[in-house]
């Protein structure tokens, strides 16, 4: 369980994110979203611990980012909204080169790879070099990395953009299929799509959560309306 | 990535061709000196390596932190100390791949154009030295991991790194000589360098070893620091920015004092290994060691501060150890430091040796004492023991003059200062002779030198040449002469030589080896005689000539005592160009051969400008002319046997191996690597 209390964040006179609280639950797919500024990513990076907030704290299973950051990040997985991948590595020897990273057992290494391939389905890209992937086969790569050792928490961090139709829906599924065995952050500004696989949004405006939107079991259309509705409440 | 590897080749190619052609300088200014090849090698490497790790270390956090792959890592699971860690051993390892290289290349080079250079140096002997880059690389590797963690931009971090370590040390260095050249003995070399050339020489100082590894982890800790830093972007985190730099800063604060702690408990151990340790000595320096008896001591009268103290103290320590081989003179050593040993300075001190000096006792009473400030060497060390401890044998060169001879009192570049105050330093007085107007020739007279009669000589003056190379109203019951000669038929002495077995002729050379064109390059000395025995190897550069062949006079000619042998000294092209008669029976020792003549075919072989302008065994071979002339054969030595470091190159050997070495090996292993890397490329 991810729980995040009073998140502060500051970038000199620029208060990015106020009071952030909220905690999602194995299972869960929570989205935030907001209008561009409104302190997503910085949310995510912070979640990351690429970022140290100025306030709060946060913590999976009870494991703090700041007192035990590395039991923190072990439970961690994090997708870039612009994937940085080492473009010379092949697709097998990149992931292999990050699960090592992350301290995975060598004798378990294979078995990581081969699952979070199947599930990103890039089984047949393994032995391109990365360089030659387009941005969606790219993106799949970067979520593969995510989720490669299976961790407690996912965050992705705007992960339908720059995606056609077709791979936004594949990225639903895999999305949806990791729920199942994690807590799930996504950040974006697809609404239709989200609303398709999340359980859980939260709207946010000028760094605080401003509304909370549930989705399960709701149609898409009365998702995205609320949704509007907060959003131009937000910005009132 | 890809930018990385094709950075690391040019890296690697670049620092290949630097360091080639900073050896190969190195070794050209060198040349007949006493250094060491691996000493050389060392601080040829040195100054480039700094360069090589900055390249090296300069995209490693930057490209990182441009990509945006830093958050990745930051994100994992891994302490910041442990990214800089894999970072810093990725450098070193490659900049310690580019060293061993490099040294492979030098290896393979030398061997091919300077054979002899190589052919006495192990491997092993490299190793030291060796040992002293990967310290340095290791401390250049983490600054450049901390200069690339502070810059985003990858050519600022490498220019950073670079001016930190190369431009700033040596222009203070620089500066503080300039500004103050009498302090110039205190700063002593260089530190870097000084530090790369104690342990090429096995001078191991624990203090240095500690710096370097103190100095190391601070810089990764810093480095360290730097990247944890990347977290604190917000307002708040501040404090924790202030925090992370003043506990850099301390870090670097806690390095220098640790440092000094380690310079104040400083140990210096004088390795043996690979041989290195050892201090090689010329078959003089032996011969004189093993043939003087008893004891003498030797007394280093300066403080152990003193940057020449180690140098000082492992040449001494090595001189020991050859005396207790050869099993000849026992040498004590004592160190007397003016600052500590008070009772012993004022004891020297009233004896009038000043501070700064080598003191030689015999017997307990001071013999001899050599300001360190005037230079010492191993030729004039051995040339005091075998004064102080010898039997007294000094005897006197005496040279001619009135006929347009060089003179030995002349400075200039004609002159043949350098070469007598050798002789002086050998135990020799010279003297100057008038053959016309002088009564006798005195009985301390060792030979007589000819250095390039320009007129003739006269009758009576012919006769009192003759009459002293016979014995005749002379204590001596025979005489020595060396004569230079400028020409084959001026003079007088070359009738002279022709009575006595020699015959000048002009040279008519075949195919020699040259430098200038006009020198003839001399490396045969396949006879055995005293004189060139010990030049295997060597080379005596002679200018435009003169040959020499048996005359009527020698050969089986006479019998017993005046039987006359004719030896060939120097031989290039087909024609003899220094010769040597002696007179007496076959077999018998010096008392009963008492003539001895020897004639080179050329006269400024010897002045002080050839001297001065070039390294070969031309001043040796004139010395042992002199000591075989005056009975002391076992002393000719060639320094350049042991001591010295002769490639053996000419001219054109020399520019080949710049070229081959410098230019074309590094540009070709720089096109390899680029043709690997884009191999790799294509196959994925």
Redesign the interface.
């Known amino acids: 369980m991810l729980e995040v209390r009073n998140i502060a964040f500051a970038y000199r006179a620029n208060r990015v994110l106020r009071d952030v609280s909220f905690v999602v639950s194995p299972g869960e797919t929570v989205c935030v979203v907001g209008d561009n500024g409104a302190g997503k990513t910085t949310l995510l990076r912070i979640l990351a611990t690429i970022m140290l907030p100025d306030a709060g704290s946060v913590r999976v299973d009870g494991h703090d980012a700041l007192k035990t950051p590395l039991r923190f990040r072990r439970e961690l997985g994090y997708l870039q909204e612009n994937p940085s991948l080492y473009e010379d590595m092949t697709v097998k020897s990149y992931l292999n080169y990050r699960a090592r990273l992350k301290g995975e057992p060598e004798k378990r290494i294979r078995r990581r790879i081969g699952e979070a391939s199947e599930t990103c389905r890039i089984t047949d890209i393994m032995q391109k070099q990365i360089r030659s992937l387009s941005f969606g086969l790219k993106k799949r790569v970067a979520l593969a990395d995510a989720i490669l050792l299976r961790p407690r928490v996912i965050l992705l961090d705007d992960v339908l953009a720059g995606l056609d139709r077709t791979m936004r829906e594949a990225a639903g599924e895999i999305v949806s299929s990791v729920a199942a065995f994690s807590s799930v952050i996504v950040t974006g500004h697809e609404l239709t799509d989200l609303a398709r696989w999340s359980t859980r949004f939260l709207v946010l405006d000028q760094g605080r959560i401003v509304a909370t939107v549930p989705s399960a079991g709701l149609d898409v259309a009365t998702v995205v309306g609320r949704l509007d509705a907060a959003l131009k409440g937000g910005q009132h | ?2 930018r990385s ?1 094709y950075s690391t080749a040019f890296a690697l190619g670049g620092f290949l061709a630097g360091a080639a052609a900073l050896f190969a300088f190195n070794l050209d200014a060198a040349e007949g000196g006493q250094a060491k090849l691996s000493s050389i090698w060392t601080v040829s490497v040195s100054p480039v390596l700094p360069v090589l790790a900055a390249l090296l270390g300069m995209d490693t956090w930057s490209d990182e932190r441009r ?3 830093i ?9 910041e100390k442990d990214f800089v860690l894999g970072k810093f051993f990725g450098v070193w390892v490659m900049t310690m791949f580019g060293v061993a290289v490099f040294l492979f290349a030098s290896l393979g080079f030398l061997k091919a154009y300077a054979p002899q250079l190589i052919g006495e140096t192990a491997l092993l002997g490299f190793l030291p030295g060796f040992v002293a880059l990967v310290m340095q690389g290791a401390l250049w590797s983490a600054v450049s991991i901390v200069a690339s963690a502070l810059f985003s931009n990858a050519a600022a971090a490498a220019t950073a790194t670079t001016v930190l370590l190369v431009a700033l040390p040596r222009g203070l260095w620089f500066a503080l000589s300039s500004w103050g050249p009498q302090g110039r003995t205190s700063f002593g070399e260089m530190p870097i360098d000084a530090h790369a050339f104690d342990f090429a020489s096995g001078l191991v100082s624990t203090g240095t070893v500690l710096a370097y590894v103190i100095f190391t982890g601070a810089m990764l800790f810093v480095a360290s620091k730097a990247v944890a830093v990347l ?7 501040s404090t ?1 920015r202030f925090t992370t730099k003043l506990s850099s800063f301390l870090a670097v604060v806690f390095a220098v004092l640790a440092s000094a702690l380690a310079y104040r408990l400083d140990l210096t151990l004088d390795l043996p290994v690979g041989g290195t340790g050892d201090t090689r000595f010329s078959a003089r320096t032996r011969s004189v060691l093993s043939e003087a008896r008893g004891a003498v001591s030797i007394t280093a009268f300066l403080e152990r501060s003193d940057p020449r103290f180690r140098q000082l103290g492992h040449f001494l320590r090595a001189l020991k150890r050859e005396a207790d081989e050869v099993s000849g003179i026992r040498i004590d050593l004592r160190y007397v430091d003016p600052t500590l040993d008070i009772g012993e300075a004022q004891r020297l001190v009233r004896a009038g040796v000043g501070k700064d000096s080598l003191v030689f006792e015999r017997n307990g009473r001071i013999a001899d004492a050599v300001r360190l400030a005037d230079g010492y060497s191993e030729r004039l060390i051995a040339s005091i023991i075998e004064r102080v401890a010898l039997p007294f044998q000094r005897s006197c060169v005496y040279w001619t003059s009135g006929h347009g001879e060089a003179s030995f009192a002349d400075y200039g570049a004609e002159g043949m200062s350098d070469i007598a105050r050798d002789l002086s330093l050998d135990g020799y007085g010279n003297r100057t002779i008038d053959l016309a107007s002088d009564a006798a020739i005195a009985d301390d007279c060792a030979l007589i030198v000819v250095a390039g009669a320009r007129t003739d000589f006269s009758s009576v003056e012919l006769d009192r040449v003759r009459a002293y190379l016979e014995g005749r109203g002379s204590k001596n019951e025979g005489g020595r002469l060396l004569v230079l000669l400028n020409s084959a038929d001026t003079g007088g002495i070359p009738t002279l030589l022709s009575e006595w077995g020699i015959r000048p002729v002009a040279a008519s050379l075949g195919q020699t080896r040259t430098i200038s064109g006009t020198d003839v390059i001399i490396t045969d000395f396949t006879l055995d005689h005293a004189v060139t025995r010990p030049f295997e190897g060597q080379q005596v550069v002679l200018e435009k000539p003169i040959a020499f062949v048996p005359s009527a006079a020698a050969g089986d000619v006479g019998s017993g005592a005046d039987l006359k042998r004719f030896h060939g000294l120097l031989h290039a092209g087909g024609a003899c160009l220094a010769a040597g008669v002696d007179r007496g029976e076959t077999g018998a020792d010096l008392a009963i051969r008492p003539t001895r003549i020897i004639a080179v075919g050329d006269v400024g072989f010897v002045m002080n400008g050839k001297l001065r302008a070039y390294a070969n065994a031309n001043r040796d071979f004139f010395l042992n002319a002199v000591k075989y002339l005056s009975g002391r054969d076992a002393l000719t030595e060639s320094g350049t046997e042991a001591d010295r470091l002769v490639s053996g190159m000419d001219r054109e050997t020399r520019a080949r191996f710049v070229v081959a070495f410098s230019i074309v090996f590094p540009g070709g292993f720089f096109l390899l690597l680029v043709a690997a890397i884009a191999k790799r ?1 294509r196959r ?1």
């Open positions: 990535m890809a590897l990509s945006g792959r958050e990745l890592l930051l994100s994992s699971p891994i302490r977290r604190c972007g917000s307002r708040g985190a924790l490329r994925q």
